[in-house]
Antibody, heavy 120, light 112 residues
Framework: EVQLQESGPGLVKPSQSLSLTCSVT????????WGWIRKFPGNKMEWMGY???????SYNPSLKSRISITRDTSKNQFFLQLNSVTTEDTATYYC??????????????WGPGTMVTVSS | DVVLTQTPVAQPVTLGDQASISCRSS???????????LEWYLQKPGQSPQLLIY???NRFSGVPDRFIGSGSGSDFTLKISRVEPEDLGVYYC?????????FGSGTKLEIK
């Protein structure tokens, strides 16, 4: 079965960069698409972006100047970097597989999430 | 960006009754390929979101037939018949037709 696990610092200082890793088992990241989603305190959810099987990326324009999603296929991991964070980036961050084959598109497998607090 | 307006914000329900959640989009969610990429996710307390419905009305693997998605264009509904305790949590609609993808604001299904 496909499993994802986020990892990274739980506390980041304002103006610094947030870096998270998503480790995937049970499926190769050289197939399909792999995304990052975050949930803010309260209920608001935001799609941040994804990286494809070929390494191409798509980002939410609201983050475009700050976000980068990359990958290491040898480790079957993909990464999120968010620069110049503020307290408004405090959220729980999820990685997920974005299944996208033959007209079927959906997030079917999710990591458990990792909470990141931006505070000095 | 496409705005998905979910109502109600909270849905008090008696176990065994039906619940209904509405999701209205600020524009049509019909993709140029003819598909409508409207999904429903449930986030149970302490868990990550889980896929319930994709392409408006298709139940994901393992999802009970008590969950019924319907709608078209810009107006969608999720109905949950015979609500069970494991159905409680926050429901989100989500669209992937238009870039950037967007979520609805969430509906909390809670015990009356």
């Amino acid at each position: 079965e496909v499993q994802l696990q986020e990892s990274g610092p739980g506390l980041v200082k304002p103006s610094q960069s947030l870096s998270l890793t998503c480790s995937v088992t049970g499926y190769s990241i050289t197939s399909n698409y792999w995304g990052w989603i975050r949930k803010f305190p309260g209920n608001k959810m935001e799609w941040m972006g994804y990286i494809s099987y070929s390494g191409s990326t798509s980002y939410n324009p609201s983050l475009k100047s700050r976000i980068s999603i990359t990958r290491d296929t040898s480790k079957n991991q993909f990464f999120l970097q968010l620069n110049s964070v503020t307290t408004e980036d405090t959220a729980t961050y999820y990685c997920a597989r974005y299944f996208r084959i033959r007209g079927y598109w959906y997030f079917d497998f999710w990591g458990p999430g990792t909470m990141v607090t931006v505070s000095s | 960006d496409v705005v998905l307006t979910q109502t109600p914000v909270a849905q008090p329900v008696t176990l065994g009754d039906q619940a209904s959640i509405s999701c209205r989009s600020s524009q049509s969610l019909v993709h140029s390929n003819g598909n409508t990429y409207l999904e429903w996710y449930l986030q149970k307390p302490g868990q990550s979101p889980q896929l319930l419905i994709y392409k408006v009305s298709n139940r994901f693997s393992g999802v009970p037939d008590r969950f019924i998605g319907s709608g078209s264009g810009s107006d969608f509904t999720l109905k949950i018949s015979r609500v069970e305790p494991e159905d409680l949590g926050v429901y989100y609609c989500f669209q992937a037709t238009h870039d950037p993808f967007t979520f609805g604001s969430g509906t909390k299904l809670e015990i009356k």
